[in-house]
């Protein structure tokens, strides 16, 4: 679709993207001058979008990023939830999300109507979300969380409130096991790390002995339990960087290899596969973005992300609880 509307601008500019990557990377650059734009990436993003992006993070960093700006146009190059988090801090300015239809399998577990009887089921609990939802189960929610602070934020909660956490049962396991406090769970998971091989990791532990296992706690229990270390994908990339281990195997999307690589050099990464060896522990929305994509929506200034004024500042205020309590 996107494509098919190259032929018809009739802007008099290019009709296509420069086909030499080197040439795609100067045009995003003037591109991005033109607009004042800045482009944030998430760490699962392609290794090219990584390298033209002014700033690559985790879901918080991001939002912190997007919060702090003063750029006019913001070119989320992640996922829907991620790119909609930004609009819901930024109303005046234009968000920009190369492929609108880069969803999220979490998101998509949990629609906006079950999780308002879900909490309505509960009316004692504190509903606390993890970030990767919609704007419409945000706005149902007390609370937001990423992987990154989500222990922390709970551990803050009054003592005699029960908690609802979702929509992420895995990370909501791992948050109860860290922080002590009982949570309610929605029944929700990633698809791409409940895809990850218990096989293929115990072979790469074997051949290997020596090597650190990182892995993002949206990873199953019986994953985590063979874990070393366990945090949000930046957190990952910081214990690489400390750690005296010689080597990594890393349970969690393939994209932050590129980082890890970049801050590492020198010591081996290897990352596990999903069961039968399928490719499938490489996030399909994520990868939906590619370059030109992101060239065609610096030019196009769309797709945008919009959204009802009203839900965007019932939506605002459980992320701005988040943004208040980890700082
Ligand atoms: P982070 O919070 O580590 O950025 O993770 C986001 C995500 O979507 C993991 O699948
Ligand atoms: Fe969503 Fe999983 Fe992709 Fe993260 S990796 S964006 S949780 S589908």
Redesign the pocket.
């Known amino acids: 679709m996107v494509f098919a509307a190259i032929q018809n601008t009739g802007t008099g500019s290019v009709a296509s993207p420069p086909r030499h990557p080197q040439d795609l990377r100067a045009d995003i650059e003037r591109l991005r001058r033109e607009r004042n734009a800045v482009i944030l990436a ?3 993003q392609d290794d090219a979008i990584q390298d033209v992006a002014d700033f690559i993070g ?3 960093e991001l939002a912190r990023k997007a919060a702090s700006t003063d750029a006019d146009v913001i070119v989320f190059c992640g996922v829907h939830f991620m790119a909609e988090t930004a609009k819901i801090l930024n109303p005046t300015k234009t968000v920009l999300l190369p492929d609108l239809a880069a969803g ?1 399998s979490l998101a998509d577990a949990c629609p906006a109507d079950a999780f308002a009887a879900f909490r309505a089921e509960h009316p004692e609990h504190i509903a606390v979300s993890y970030i ?1 939802c919609s704007a419409a189960v945000k706005a149902h929610s007390d609370l937001i969380c ?3 602070n989500a222990v922390d934020l709970v551990k803050q909660l009054p003592a005699d409130r029960p908690i609802l956490f979702g929509p992420d049962e895995n990370l909501g396991r791992w948050v109860q096991a860290q922080s002590g406090r009982e949570l309610t769970l929605w029944p929700g998971s ?1 698809q ?2 409940v895809a990850f091989s218990e096989q293929a990791l115990l072979q790469l532990k074997l051949e290997h002995p020596e090597a650190e296992v990182l892995a ?1 706690p ?1 990873c199953q229990q019986h994953l985590l339990d063979l874990a070393d270390f366990i945090g ?3 957190k990952l990339l910081h214990r690489a960087e400390a750690s005296p281990a010689q080597s990594f195997i890393v349970l969690t ?1 393939p994209g932050i290899l590129h980082q890890m690589r970049l801050k590492v050099p020198g010591k081996p990464f290897f990352e596990v596969p999903g069961a039968d060896g399928c490719s499938c522990n490489a ?1 399909p929305y994520m990868r939906l973005n590619t370059l030109e994509k992101l060239w065609l929506c610096l030019r196009d200034m769309a797709p945008a992300i919009e959204m009802d004024e009203a839900l965007r500042q019932r939506a605002l205020a459980p992320i701005q609880r988040m943004l208040e309590m980890s700082r």
Do not use: I
């Open positions: 998430h760490y699962y985790d879901s918080l999220c990767n990423t992987s990154s990633c791409v790390h993002h949206e949000s994908t930046s999307e996030c």
